[in-house]
């Protein structure tokens, strides 16, 4: 029974730490269009561009039709009902205002956890780029020629500049180049870029902004109950001395 539960133990042990190290890797392509995938292992998932769906030939029939009325006139139905209750919603919350140094917390809890998950989320995430190709081209060979030069010296300006941060770097087979055509009247782009980020990263992300957000509520309560006490005690002392 011992060995068993023990080997439960390391075989559960063993699939979250699988689980933890998966790495989820978006791809951004643009040549002719954007194109957008994530892989995960050998899965791969196609966002962009969405797959249309296939209509068929057939007209609808007219018990489906009075369907899709009944179903459209019900969530107008619902539509109004939740208007009404927002603006209700909307008068009670006028009602009820909040105090400046509650804003101010606020304020001050939501900039604490949006830099603190930003931070962590540069932490950990990796950038890598696998292709900037470009043919410089507009019709006309002067604005041809200061695009390019105006191209190649923002490239040699900014990828040294990415290289040196380190959630950055480039690819050994990354294809990196800038021409120009006089002829074309068009320009052309071809980029690629990953990013790549693991599931334990996505984990520490939340876990940290979440024990911030306990920080900060927890603070936020014993200086509530500090307030209601001090409060309360001259009330106590006015009522002693009208017995006196």
Sequence with gaps: MKTGALWTILIITAIIVFIASLKATVVISYSDELRLWVR???FKINILPQKKKKRGAQSMSARKAERIRKKLRKKAEKKKLTAKEKE???KAEKGKKKEPREIVDNIKMITS???LVVERFFKHLRIRLARIKIIVATGDAASTAVMYGAI???LNILLPLLESVKCFEK???SDISVDLDYLAEEPTVDIK???SLRVWHTLDIGLSALKTFLKHKFAQMS???RQSEASAKPKSQKKKNHKL
């Design 40 to 42: 995960v292992l050998f």
């Design 88 to 90: 209700q919603e909307k």
């Design 113 to 115: 956890l949006a830099v």
């Design 152 to 154: 190649t010296q923002s």
């Design 171 to 173: 690819l050994p087979q």
């Design 193 to 195: 870029l990953m990013f």
């Design 223 to 225: 200086r509530d109950d």
